[in-house]
């Protein structure tokens, strides 16, 4: 006989009583029909159990009562000094590279838009590769042309433009 004994079946009697709403609680969540309150009542009834039987058992209660990890109050998550924006002036590439800082206008006269390639804005650096492609690239059109310097031509079309493209081969 011994009173720790007695003790012990008496806890565990104590024990069993408090499990049933949990042994209940169990059934309904396997069967699909429990609800957050009554998880949270059962909870609440385990807590102090736990407290009370823990050291008994060997059990540690340090779960009670230790201080909950700190939380952050609300509002905007605290971050981290922004990344630095990645530093212009980097090689760009097809640009001459240069001191004019990229405000430079197209060399053709009167066109006026940025200048993106050899110094001609997209359009025209188009047209340029093109006559160059057909052996009609005028002398003055030349690479890195100063700003709005160089005479624009203007391509035959149709017939003429078949004409003048047979020329420019037989001249090549
Ligand atoms: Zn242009």
């Known amino acids: 006989m ?21 042994r209940d609680l169990v059934s309904r969540l396997e069967a699909g ?16 159990l736990a407290g009370a039987v823990g050291p008994l058992f060997g059990v540690s209660a340090g779960s009670r009562g230790s201080p909950a990890p700190a939380r952050r109050g609300p509002g905007r998550p605290a971050r981290a000094a922004p990344a630095p924006v990645a530093a212009s ?6 640009r001459k590279p240069s001191s004019e800082g990229g405000a430079r206008e197209c060399a053709i006269k009167g066109c006026g838009k940025p200048s993106r390639t050899k110094g001609y804005c997209a359009a025209h650096y188009q047209k340029l590769r ?7 690239r005028p002398n003055n059109w030349v690479d890195y042309a100063e700003p709005n310097s160089v005479e624009d031509i203007k391509l035959p079309r149709g017939r003429a433009a078949a004409k003048a493209l047979a020329e420019a081969k037989n001249a090549g």
């Open 2 to 22: 011994s009173v720790d004994k007695a003790f012990r079946e008496m806890v565990r009697n104590e024990i069993e009583l408090q499990l049933k709403p949990l």
């Open 33 to 48: 029909t429990a609800d957050l309150d009554r998880l949270r009542t059962v909870a609440e009834q385990l807590a102090p």
């Open 130 to 136: 093109m006559l160059e492609k057909t052996n009609r």
């Open 89 to 94: 002036g980097g090689k760009k590439r097809g």
